[in-house]
């Protein structure tokens, strides 16, 4: 089965710096969706991404789909406490998404 | 605020009980989603309704029983519950089974004893 790796698992960082999650298929995807869930909270949608080498940005968080769409990343500039949570990449197969095992982000004061 | 709603938000009960999660959404979208969640872990794909049909049912035991009264409506009928099934059980909603946006309830952390 298609199988997505995401690293991190856990990410410690300042308050300000920046922080990257990556994920990384072994086979090539037609779309990836990022999620968002906040401690105690549910999965929250960010974004899709669709074509090779798509670059979108949402405020302080940019998406990437790799030319290839065999990995993706996101990228947070200047942390904020906000961003406190996990990060789940969903790779979409047959009608369904497949959950990332995630990326837990601790924002350090 | 979430628009996908779920009831109860906290479900003890024991193995021998009969219990039913429920998840409405009023947003017109026609795919409906259960998903398990254990603390720490991404959450798993459980059943997927298209249409008020179900369309996915990735191997979950008959102890768990899904049904789909209405477009707006999912349940999760649960029955004889083994304490490894305590999780939060997540219903989603897209406005189809495509590559569509899911739209998360807050869940119902369920335990069993």
């Known amino acids: 089965g298609q199988q997505v790796m995401q690293i991190p698992q856990y990410q410690h960082v300042q308050e300000g710096e920046d922080f990257t999650t990556y994920c990384n298929s072994s086979t090539t995807l037609s779309n990836i969706q990022w999620y968002k869930q906040r401690p105690g909270g549910h999965p929250v949608f960010l974004i899709q991404?669709?074509?090779?080498?798509e670059v979108k940005k949402q405020k302080r968080l940019t998406f990437q789909f790799g030319e290839a769409k065999k990995n993706s990343s996101l990228h947070i500039t200047a942390t904020q406490t906000t961003d406190v949570g996990t990060y789940f990449c969903?790779?979409?197969?047959?009608?369904?998404?497949?959950f990332g095992k995630g990326t837990r982000l601790h924002i350090l004061p | 605020d979430t628009e996908v709603t779920q009831t109860p938000k906290h479900l003890v009960m024991g193995m021998t009980n009969k219990k039913s999660l429920k998840c409405e959404q009023h947003?017109?979208?026609?795919?409906m989603y259960w998903y398990k969640q254990k603390a720490k872990k991404p959450p798993e794909l459980m059943f997927v309704?298209?249409?008020?049909?179900?369309?996915i049912n990735e191997s979950v035991p008959s102890r768990f029983s899904p049904e789909c009264p209405n477009s707006s409506l999912l349940n999760l009928h649960l029955h004889a519950l083994q304490p490894e099934d305590s999780a939060l059980y997540l219903c989603?909603?897209?406005?189809?089974?495509?590559?569509?946006?899911?739209?998360f309830g807050d869940g119902t952390r369920l335990s069993i004893l």
């Open positions: 989603a909603s897209s406005q189809d089974r495509g590559r569509q946006p899911q739209h």
């Open positions: 991404l669709v074509k090779s080498g």
């Open positions: 309704y298209s249409y008020e049909k179900l369309s």
């Open positions: 947003m017109g979208h026609r795919a």
């Open positions: 969903a790779p979409h197969r047959d009608d369904k998404i497949i």
